[in-house]
């Protein structure tokens, strides 16, 4: 594969449909530990605890202390250098600039693995060059392919509710990383549909039943899968940021386009296994590299 960052930007430039696709790399300037990385999640604790839904049937209690200090930790994490030059594309200024060739109203499509919102929240860092409506637009085509730290699921009936900023339940305040795990939460006082204050109704989305993360775990569809297939039947230029290519459907996407005819652009920290299909290898952090690539 090439290395040569004006060749990207030409093949870039003439692309007519870009899908992005990233992982945990992509957020770890901003502090979030990656996977499988030397400091991994997946090196201390067990994926198939807290990442499977036989997992939380099993340990709802440790399964929730997990997600409460992870969403804990990425809302007070920034986003960082590389998710502000990928937001940046949604600026149609600059995306008529770099890639004339692109049609209008086809902004690229950025699917993410990450379920710490960062790329939403860089979009909406960028309210002094866009409006509201062409956030909103832009943040439309933000695919959250493994869901949200802010995000719950009612494993009773089934509605799904942001929770941005609602504490999820008072058993779990002060669970950090450091104790996560240490009580033994009654399954009552574990985040239920409706809230702690949850007095009986029955309204819709306000049942009562136990709430899950609505993040996606090992066995689970992926969500935004038929969009991003027919997405893919289109596009000319994948660009894979920050991840190990090790997880599918994702892992799967750069053989898609590349029997397509397309292009894959890897931007990685090391090697990894989807070098293989790379047409472009750019080693390094991608919170120095992808400002440089997409400038
Ligand atoms: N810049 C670019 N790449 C980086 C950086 C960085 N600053 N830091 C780390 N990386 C790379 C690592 O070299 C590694 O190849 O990011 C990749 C992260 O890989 P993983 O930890 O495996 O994360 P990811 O590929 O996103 O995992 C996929 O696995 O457990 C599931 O659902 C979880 O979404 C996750 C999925």
Redesign the pocket.
Known sequence: PSSDAQAFRDAFANSKRVVIL?????S??SGIP????PN???KTKS?KLF?TPEGFKEDPSGVWQFYHYKREGCLSAQPNA?HRAIASFAVPAVRSRLMPSLQEDKLPLFVT???DGLSLRALDELSDQLTPAEIKLARERVIET?GSAFKTICLQCKHINHTFDSPLSPALAGITEQNAGERDIPIDQLPRCGGPDWKGSNRWGRCGGLLRPA????GEVPEGMGEIAKELNWTDLLIV???????HP?AGFAKTIKSRGGKVAI????R?EGDSDADFLFI????E?LPLLLK
């Open positions: 990233a992982g945990a790399g992509l770890a300037a990656t996977f499988r990385g991994g999640l997946w994926s990442a590389a693995q990450n379920f493994h993040v996606v775990w090992f940021v920050g991840t190990s290519s090790l997880v994702a931007v990685n920290l090391e990894s390094g952090p991608c919170e590299t």
